[in-house]
Protein backbone atom coordinates (compact mmCIF):
# COMPACT_ATOMS: atom_id res chain seq x y z
CA UNK A 1 0.00 0.00 0.00
CA UNK A 2 1.14 3.61 -0.90
CA UNK A 3 -0.02 7.32 0.12
CA UNK A 4 -0.21 9.52 -3.42
CA UNK A 5 1.55 13.28 -3.59
CA UNK A 6 0.78 15.62 -6.19
CA UNK A 7 3.01 18.73 -6.39
CA UNK A 8 2.09 21.34 -8.96
CA UNK A 9 0.78 19.06 -11.52
CA UNK A 10 -0.31 20.62 -15.23
CA UNK A 11 -2.01 19.37 -18.31
CA UNK A 12 -2.37 20.74 -21.28
CA UNK A 13 -3.18 19.49 -25.19
CA UNK A 14 -1.22 21.90 -27.01
CA UNK A 15 -2.54 25.51 -25.91
CA UNK A 16 -5.39 24.03 -24.43
CA UNK A 17 -4.54 24.13 -20.45
CA UNK A 18 -7.03 21.65 -19.06
CA UNK A 19 -5.19 21.27 -15.13
CA UNK A 20 -3.79 24.08 -13.75
CA UNK A 21 -1.56 23.33 -11.45
CA UNK A 22 -3.04 20.96 -8.60
CA UNK A 23 -1.18 20.21 -5.26
CA UNK A 24 -2.88 17.29 -3.24
CA UNK A 25 -1.76 14.60 -0.47
CA UNK A 26 -3.58 11.67 -0.19
CA UNK A 27 -3.02 9.24 2.65
CA UNK A 28 -1.83 5.55 2.73
CA UNK A 29 -5.47 3.88 3.03
CA UNK A 30 -7.56 6.89 2.36
CA UNK A 31 -10.92 6.50 0.08
CA UNK A 32 -10.38 9.66 -2.02
CA UNK A 33 -13.53 11.01 -4.57
CA UNK A 34 -12.94 13.85 -7.16
CA UNK A 35 -16.19 15.51 -8.04
CA UNK A 36 -16.66 18.21 -9.55
CA UNK A 37 -19.41 18.68 -13.44
CA UNK A 38 -18.15 17.42 -17.02
CA UNK A 39 -15.00 19.23 -18.26
CA UNK A 40 -13.65 19.72 -14.66
CA UNK A 41 -10.78 17.58 -15.34
CA UNK A 42 -11.24 14.95 -12.78
CA UNK A 43 -10.74 11.89 -14.95
CA UNK A 44 -7.69 13.90 -16.73
CA UNK A 45 -6.40 13.99 -13.20
CA UNK A 46 -7.09 10.32 -12.86
CA UNK A 47 -5.40 9.48 -16.15
CA UNK A 48 -2.44 11.62 -15.09
CA UNK A 49 -2.10 9.03 -11.81
CA UNK A 50 -2.51 6.13 -14.08
CA UNK A 51 -0.05 6.54 -16.40
CA UNK A 52 -2.51 6.97 -19.37
CA UNK A 53 -1.88 10.88 -20.05
CA UNK A 54 1.08 12.31 -19.62
CA UNK A 55 2.32 15.04 -17.44
CA UNK A 56 2.71 18.28 -18.76
CA UNK A 57 4.81 19.60 -15.79
CA UNK A 58 4.77 19.25 -11.90
CA UNK A 59 5.54 15.14 -10.09
CA UNK A 60 3.22 12.98 -9.51
CA UNK A 61 4.50 10.61 -6.33
CA UNK A 62 2.99 6.80 -5.56
CA UNK A 63 5.00 6.22 -2.19
CA UNK A 64 8.26 7.77 -2.05
CA UNK A 65 8.76 7.13 -5.62
CA UNK A 66 8.01 9.80 -8.47
CA UNK A 67 6.53 7.92 -11.29
CA UNK A 68 6.32 10.92 -14.14
CA UNK A 69 8.15 8.27 -16.53
CA UNK A 70 7.04 4.96 -14.81
CA UNK A 71 4.87 2.76 -17.76
CA UNK A 72 1.34 2.50 -16.34
CA UNK A 73 2.02 -1.62 -15.83
CA UNK A 74 5.15 -0.56 -13.80
CA UNK A 75 2.76 2.42 -10.94
CA UNK A 76 1.80 -0.53 -8.79
CA UNK A 77 -2.34 0.59 -9.53
CA UNK A 78 -4.94 -1.08 -11.31
CA UNK A 79 -7.84 1.01 -12.62
CA UNK A 80 -11.26 -0.17 -12.71
CA UNK A 81 -13.03 1.84 -16.00
CA UNK A 82 -16.74 2.80 -16.30
CA UNK A 83 -16.84 0.18 -19.57
CA UNK A 84 -15.84 -3.20 -17.40
CA UNK A 85 -13.45 -3.63 -20.45
CA UNK A 86 -14.04 -7.24 -20.48
CA UNK A 87 -12.73 -9.88 -22.68
CA UNK A 88 -16.23 -11.28 -24.62
CA UNK A 89 -14.19 -14.60 -24.83
CA UNK A 90 -12.79 -15.59 -21.60
CA UNK A 91 -14.06 -17.06 -18.79
CA UNK A 92 -14.51 -14.65 -15.53
CA UNK A 93 -11.54 -16.44 -14.53
CA UNK A 94 -9.39 -15.86 -17.08
CA UNK A 95 -10.25 -12.47 -17.41
CA UNK A 96 -9.31 -11.78 -13.56
CA UNK A 97 -6.03 -14.03 -14.15
CA UNK A 98 -5.22 -12.50 -17.68
CA UNK A 99 -2.66 -9.59 -16.14
CA UNK A 100 -0.97 -12.17 -13.94
CA UNK A 101 -0.42 -14.25 -16.74
CA UNK A 102 0.87 -11.89 -18.97
CA UNK A 103 3.45 -11.16 -16.04
CA UNK A 104 4.44 -14.77 -15.53
CA UNK A 105 3.03 -15.23 -12.47
CA UNK A 106 3.25 -18.50 -11.28
CA UNK A 107 0.10 -20.81 -11.90
CA UNK A 108 -0.61 -21.69 -8.05
CA UNK A 109 -0.37 -17.97 -7.43
CA UNK A 110 -2.52 -16.84 -9.98
CA UNK A 111 -5.38 -19.45 -8.80
CA UNK A 112 -5.11 -18.26 -5.08
CA UNK A 113 -5.56 -14.23 -5.76
CA UNK A 114 -8.20 -15.25 -8.43
CA UNK A 115 -10.21 -17.29 -6.09
CA UNK A 116 -9.30 -15.05 -3.16
CA UNK A 117 -10.82 -12.16 -4.92
CA UNK A 118 -13.81 -14.06 -6.59
CA UNK A 119 -14.76 -15.19 -3.01
CA UNK A 120 -14.54 -11.14 -1.57
CA UNK A 121 -16.86 -10.21 -4.76
CA UNK A 122 -19.09 -13.20 -4.13
CA UNK A 123 -18.87 -13.97 -7.64
CA UNK A 124 -17.15 -17.68 -6.98
CA UNK A 125 -20.15 -19.62 -8.61
CA UNK A 126 -19.21 -17.19 -11.73
CA UNK A 127 -15.70 -18.34 -12.64
CA UNK A 128 -16.76 -20.34 -15.31
CA UNK A 129 -19.27 -17.99 -16.95
CA UNK A 130 -18.03 -15.63 -20.07
CA UNK A 131 -19.19 -11.94 -19.48
CA UNK A 132 -22.67 -11.99 -22.06
CA UNK A 133 -24.07 -14.32 -19.62
CA UNK A 134 -23.28 -11.66 -16.26
CA UNK A 135 -25.55 -8.78 -15.30
CA UNK A 136 -24.33 -5.67 -15.50
CA UNK A 137 -23.50 -5.33 -11.98
CA UNK A 138 -21.57 -9.11 -11.67
CA UNK A 139 -19.40 -8.10 -15.18
CA UNK A 140 -18.20 -4.99 -12.69
CA UNK A 141 -17.41 -7.27 -10.19
CA UNK A 142 -15.80 -8.80 -12.29
CA UNK A 143 -13.54 -5.71 -13.58
CA UNK A 144 -12.77 -4.95 -9.53
CA UNK A 145 -12.14 -8.48 -9.29
CA UNK A 146 -9.60 -7.94 -12.18
CA UNK A 147 -8.17 -5.03 -10.48
CA UNK A 148 -7.85 -6.97 -6.59
CA UNK A 149 -5.92 -9.74 -7.71
CA UNK A 150 -2.98 -7.52 -9.29
CA UNK A 151 -2.49 -6.19 -5.15
CA UNK A 152 -1.72 -2.80 -6.34
CA UNK A 153 -0.55 -0.16 -4.14
CA UNK A 154 -3.38 2.21 -5.28
CA UNK A 155 -6.98 1.70 -6.51
CA UNK A 156 -8.19 4.06 -9.09
CA UNK A 157 -12.21 4.14 -10.82
CA UNK A 158 -13.07 6.00 -13.26
CA UNK A 159 -16.97 6.35 -12.84
CA UNK A 160 -17.63 2.59 -12.45
CA UNK A 161 -21.06 3.09 -11.93
CA UNK A 162 -22.79 5.06 -14.34
CA UNK A 163 -23.70 2.03 -16.46
CA UNK A 164 -25.98 0.61 -13.98
CA UNK A 165 -29.50 1.06 -13.10
CA UNK A 166 -30.34 2.84 -9.73
CA UNK A 167 -30.48 -0.63 -7.78
CA UNK A 168 -27.53 -1.94 -8.80
CA UNK A 169 -25.82 1.43 -8.51
CA UNK A 170 -26.66 1.11 -4.68
CA UNK A 171 -25.69 -2.42 -4.23
CA UNK A 172 -22.72 -1.96 -5.98
CA UNK A 173 -21.53 1.30 -4.14
CA UNK A 174 -22.01 -1.01 -1.18
CA UNK A 175 -19.66 -3.80 -2.34
CA UNK A 176 -16.81 -1.04 -2.93
CA UNK A 177 -17.11 0.46 0.72
CA UNK A 178 -16.65 -3.17 2.05
CA UNK A 179 -13.62 -4.05 -0.14
CA UNK A 180 -12.15 -0.68 1.09
CA UNK A 181 -12.69 -1.85 4.93
CA UNK A 182 -11.52 -4.94 3.93
CA UNK A 183 -8.69 -4.35 1.86
CA UNK A 184 -7.43 -0.90 3.76
CA UNK A 185 -5.99 0.14 0.16
CA UNK A 186 -5.49 3.47 -1.25
CA UNK A 187 -8.23 4.26 -3.50
CA UNK A 188 -8.90 7.16 -5.96
CA UNK A 189 -12.08 7.46 -6.98
CA UNK A 190 -13.66 9.80 -10.03
CA UNK A 191 -17.77 10.24 -10.15
CA UNK A 192 -19.96 12.99 -11.65
CA UNK A 193 -22.62 11.66 -8.51
CA UNK A 194 -21.90 13.62 -5.26
CA UNK A 195 -24.31 11.34 -3.15
CA UNK A 196 -21.59 8.67 -4.47
CA UNK A 197 -18.95 10.63 -3.22
CA UNK A 198 -20.73 11.56 0.33
CA UNK A 199 -21.24 8.30 1.45
CA UNK A 200 -17.96 6.75 -0.17
CA UNK A 201 -15.31 8.85 0.84
CA UNK A 202 -13.15 9.63 3.84
CA UNK A 203 -12.11 12.91 1.84
CA UNK A 204 -13.82 14.35 -1.23
CA UNK A 205 -11.86 16.57 -3.88
CA UNK A 206 -14.09 19.30 -5.57
CA UNK A 207 -12.33 20.44 -8.45
CA UNK A 208 -13.92 22.90 -11.25
CA UNK A 209 -12.07 23.92 -14.60
CA UNK A 210 -8.96 22.10 -13.34
CA UNK A 211 -8.15 23.73 -10.06
CA UNK A 212 -9.15 21.99 -6.49
CA UNK A 213 -12.29 24.41 -4.90
CA UNK A 214 -11.82 22.31 -1.69
CA UNK A 215 -10.73 19.37 0.11
CA UNK A 216 -12.05 17.56 3.17
CA UNK A 217 -14.17 15.30 4.56
CA UNK A 218 -18.06 14.99 3.58
CA UNK A 219 -19.12 16.55 6.43
CA UNK A 220 -16.84 19.26 6.06
CA UNK A 221 -17.61 20.43 3.00
CA UNK A 222 -21.52 19.74 3.59
CA UNK A 223 -21.07 22.29 6.95
CA UNK A 224 -18.38 24.63 5.77
CA UNK A 225 -18.40 25.00 1.81
CA UNK A 226 -15.58 27.63 1.26
CA UNK A 227 -17.58 29.14 -1.16
CA UNK A 228 -20.61 29.15 -3.23
CA UNK A 229 -19.87 26.57 -5.67
CA UNK A 230 -19.00 24.17 -3.58
CA UNK A 231 -22.16 24.65 -1.69
CA UNK A 232 -23.94 24.03 -4.61
CA UNK A 233 -22.32 21.29 -5.64
CA UNK A 234 -22.79 19.14 -2.50
CA UNK A 235 -25.85 18.30 -1.53
CA UNK A 236 -29.23 16.64 -2.49
CA UNK A 237 -31.18 18.78 -3.13
CA UNK A 238 -28.63 21.66 -3.65
CA UNK A 239 -28.71 24.66 -1.74
CA UNK A 240 -31.18 27.08 -1.93
CA UNK A 241 -29.58 30.72 -2.63
CA UNK A 242 -31.38 34.32 -2.20
CA UNK A 243 -30.03 37.89 -2.51
CA UNK A 244 -29.69 39.62 0.40
CA UNK A 245 -30.05 43.54 1.62
CA UNK A 246 -27.66 45.17 3.45
CA UNK A 247 -28.62 46.87 6.92
CA UNK A 248 -26.97 48.12 10.08
CA UNK A 249 -25.05 45.12 11.78
CA UNK A 250 -26.53 42.52 9.59
CA UNK A 251 -28.85 41.64 6.17
CA UNK A 252 -32.65 40.95 5.74
CA UNK A 253 -34.00 38.27 3.82
CA UNK A 254 -37.79 38.63 2.79
CA UNK A 255 -37.82 41.63 5.37
CA UNK A 256 -36.37 40.00 8.18
CA UNK A 257 -32.96 41.04 9.69
CA UNK A 258 -30.67 38.68 10.34
CA UNK A 259 -27.62 39.87 12.30
CA UNK A 260 -24.36 38.62 11.79
CA UNK A 261 -20.57 39.87 11.72
CA UNK A 262 -18.56 38.90 8.69
CA UNK A 263 -14.99 38.36 7.96
CA UNK A 264 -14.91 41.23 5.65
CA UNK A 265 -16.65 44.24 3.96
CA UNK A 266 -18.53 43.67 0.60
CA UNK A 267 -20.89 45.43 -1.41
CA UNK A 268 -23.33 42.54 -2.19
CA UNK A 269 -24.22 39.04 -0.69
CA UNK A 270 -26.08 35.88 -1.52
CA UNK A 271 -27.24 33.82 1.14
CA UNK A 272 -27.53 30.07 1.36
CA UNK A 273 -29.91 27.62 3.43
CA UNK A 274 -30.40 24.04 2.80
CA UNK A 275 -33.80 22.85 1.84
CA UNK A 276 -33.34 20.53 5.00
CA UNK A 277 -32.60 23.16 7.09
CA UNK A 278 -35.27 25.34 6.72
CA UNK A 279 -38.31 24.77 9.21
CA UNK A 280 -41.85 26.20 8.59
CA UNK A 281 -42.97 28.54 11.37
CA UNK A 282 -45.41 31.59 11.55
CA UNK A 283 -45.40 34.56 8.90
CA UNK A 284 -44.46 36.50 12.06
CA UNK A 285 -40.97 34.76 12.41
CA UNK A 286 -40.41 33.76 8.93
CA UNK A 287 -37.13 34.41 7.27
CA UNK A 288 -38.39 33.76 4.10
CA UNK A 289 -41.93 32.79 2.51
CA UNK A 290 -43.02 31.34 -0.78
CA UNK A 291 -45.84 29.72 -2.49
CA UNK A 292 -46.39 25.86 -2.83
CA UNK A 293 -45.51 24.87 -6.69
CA UNK A 294 -45.09 21.32 -7.12
CA UNK A 295 -44.47 18.62 -4.74
CA UNK A 296 -41.75 15.48 -5.26
CA UNK A 297 -43.32 12.42 -2.81
CA UNK A 298 -40.02 10.42 -2.43
CA UNK A 299 -41.10 7.72 0.09
CA UNK A 300 -39.40 8.64 3.05
CA UNK A 301 -39.58 12.77 2.38
CA UNK A 302 -41.29 15.28 0.24
CA UNK A 303 -39.43 18.04 -1.62
CA UNK A 304 -41.27 21.18 -1.72
CA UNK A 305 -41.06 23.41 -4.69
CA UNK A 306 -42.17 27.12 -3.76
CA UNK A 307 -42.39 30.52 -5.23
CA UNK A 308 -41.45 33.77 -3.50
CA UNK A 309 -43.25 36.85 -4.26
CA UNK A 310 -40.14 38.06 -6.47
CA UNK A 311 -40.56 34.85 -8.69
CA UNK A 312 -37.20 33.20 -6.66
CA UNK A 313 -37.70 29.29 -6.75
CA UNK A 314 -36.79 27.02 -3.56
CA UNK A 315 -37.25 23.81 -2.08
CA UNK A 316 -38.16 22.80 1.10
CA UNK A 317 -37.91 19.46 2.96
CA UNK A 318 -40.59 18.30 4.94
CA UNK A 319 -41.20 14.75 6.76
CA UNK A 320 -44.79 14.99 5.23
CA UNK A 321 -47.16 17.88 3.88
CA UNK A 322 -50.19 17.13 6.08
CA UNK A 323 -52.98 18.95 4.23
CA UNK A 324 -50.87 21.47 2.89
CA UNK A 325 -51.75 22.14 -0.84
CA UNK A 326 -50.71 23.58 -3.90
CA UNK A 327 -50.89 27.20 -3.88
CA UNK A 328 -50.71 27.44 -0.56
CA UNK A 329 -47.99 30.08 1.12
CA UNK A 330 -45.83 28.70 3.31
CA UNK A 331 -43.00 30.48 5.79
CA UNK A 332 -39.93 29.18 6.93
CA UNK A 333 -37.08 30.03 9.31
CA UNK A 334 -33.91 28.86 10.06
CA UNK A 335 -31.45 29.32 12.64
CA UNK A 336 -28.28 30.93 12.08
CA UNK A 337 -25.72 27.87 11.73
CA UNK A 338 -27.34 26.78 9.39
CA UNK A 339 -27.76 30.25 7.26
CA UNK A 340 -24.36 30.79 4.86
CA UNK A 341 -22.79 33.59 3.52
CA UNK A 342 -21.15 34.55 0.21
CA UNK A 343 -19.42 37.09 -1.27
CA UNK A 344 -21.84 37.88 -4.59
CA UNK A 345 -18.81 38.60 -6.81
CA UNK A 346 -16.22 35.90 -5.82
CA UNK A 347 -18.59 34.00 -4.25
CA UNK A 348 -16.25 32.95 -1.54
CA UNK A 349 -17.77 32.10 1.95
CA UNK A 350 -17.58 34.89 4.23
CA UNK A 351 -18.76 33.35 8.12
Do not use: W
Request: contains cysteine; aromatic residues 6%.
Amino acid sequence: MAGLTIRDARKAYGETQVIHGIDLDIADGDFVVFVGPSGCGKSTLLRMIAGLEEVTSGDISIGDRVVNDVAPADRGVAMVFQTYALYPHMTVYKNMAFGLIQAKTPKDEIDRRVREAAKILDIENYLERTPRALSGGQRQRVAIGRAIVREPDVFLFDEPLSNLDAALRGQTRLEIARLHQRLKTTIVYVTHDQVEAMTLADKIVVLRDGLIEQYGAPMELYENPANKFVAEFIGSPSMNFFEASQEKGGFSIGGKKVSVKLSQEVNAIDIGIRPEHLKQTTKQKAVLSGTLDVVEQLGDHVLAHLVTGQGNEFIAKFETLGDIKLGDTLHFDATKENIHFFDKTSGARLV
